[in-house]
């Protein structure tokens, strides 16, 4: 069974609180997405390896510690992913992105594919799966399931807020991939919102309605 982390740092916490708030402007919104998906992603690397490497200072030798090599790539699921990338890249600035593009039916709210392109060396990487919202899980599954089938074997699905139903979702088709949050809510309505959320993620960031 994978792992769910919920991150509380409390900057992650404030900002979110901002970014629930049904009068956040898009402006405004867009600009906390960024801010958090940084703050994230510097939580979510904290088990990445370091090797020792010497470095010349204008004083002396230090031995200091640096990456140990991983490739890292992130996969934001369209669109509403795309506003989590560039606060990641901000700290993360050589990882690649590929991309998944997906849409919930409104009515069956299953996922429907329309776009995947990934890095070529697909095998050899770790990712980082990115949406803002998991909610009924069928989309993160269905991303998760495009790049397996790609050859990936290395994922984690990072999400800012996520419904209990959409954790077990994925859980269930994807043990292997651990889940880092900043939230977890209660549930979801009957239209697959999750309940309370922040609403539809994509609309809001990207001003559409
Ligand atoms: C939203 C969201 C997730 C998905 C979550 O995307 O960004 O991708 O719904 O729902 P699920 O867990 O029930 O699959 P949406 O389909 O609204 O597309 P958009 O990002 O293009 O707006
Ligand atoms: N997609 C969203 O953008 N918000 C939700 O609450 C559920 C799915």
Known sequence: MSKVFVFDHPLIQHKLTYIRNKNTGTKEFRELIDEVASLMAF???????LQDVEVE???GLAKSKQIAGKKLGLVPILRAGLGMVDGILKLIPAAKVGHVGLYRDPETLKPVEYYV?????VEEREFIVIDPMLATGGSAVEAINSLKKRGA????LM???AAP?????????H?????YLAAMDDRLNEKGYIVPGLGDAGDRLFGTK
């Open 43 to 49: 939580e979510i690397t904290r088990d990445l390896p």
């Open 57 to 59: 200072t204008p004083v």
């Open 117 to 121: 392109k990934l890095p070529k060396d």
């Open 153 to 156: 074997k290395n994922m984690k």
């Open 159 to 161: 999400c800012l807020v």
């Open 165 to 173: 139903e959409g954790v077990e979702e994925v859980q269930k088709h």
């Open 175 to 179: 043990p292997d991939v651990d889940i």
